[in-house]
């Protein structure tokens, strides 16, 4: 019961997350980048924030789309020795890199949250951008952890199937 809420509950946090990316800062990101090279190039005036606003949209791009990259197994395997194994190898292999993402993750995500902290009390801003950075370690911390919870729900809801057996979870 509390296993399938949290799977529940944490595909709508992926999903969320996923949109985030991909409708917000996504296109924030390519807005800025265009604007930034127009900037620089033909009018010789870059903006002196440009780089550091393009890490951090870039950065939450990168971290909101982690969750569902995982859900869809849009993540880097070695397929050659995959494609090879038994699916019953192949189950094993894919829930021990769950296991290891998920102590990765959960490491990451304790980290960021207790960065993030420092960062309040020290006004941490970027180097040119005048902007408190401990939100956006807040938000990777929060990225961590929704990946961190997929991770150890998914391989527990795995229902291995002959015919799919691509690395993705159900």
């Known amino acids: 019961m509390i296993i399938e809420t949290l799977d529940r509950c944490s595909v709508w ?7 985030l990316g991909v409708y917000g800062t996504l296109p924030a990101l390519l807005v800025l980048v265009t ?16 780089r550091d606003m393009n890490g951090l949209l870039l950065l939450v791009t990168l971290f909101s789309a982690l969750p569902h990259a995982w859900d869809q197994g849009y993540y880097v395997r070695v397929q050659v020795i995959q494609e090879r194994m038994s699916p019953r190898w192949r189950s094993f292999a894919d829930v021990l890199s ?9 490491l990451l995500t304790a980290q960021a949250f207790l960065f993030s902290r420092y960062m309040f009390v ?4 970027g180097e040119d951008l005048d902007i408190l950075l401990w939100p956006f370690m807040v938000f990777l911390a929060i990225c961590g952890l929704v990946l961190s919870v997929r991770l150890l729900a998914n391989p527990l809801m795995l229902t ?10 159900i």
């Open 13 to 19: 946090a992926s999903l969320w997350l996923y949109r």
């Open 35 to 50: 604007l930034e090279v127009v900037l620089r190039y033909v009018f010789n005036a870059p903006l002196e924030w440009g």
């Open 98 to 106: 769950a296991l290891a993402g998920f102590v990765f993750f959960s």
């Open 122 to 125: 020290t006004q941490e801003t």
């Open 160 to 169: 291995a199937s002959e015919e799919d057996v691509s690395g993705r979870w």
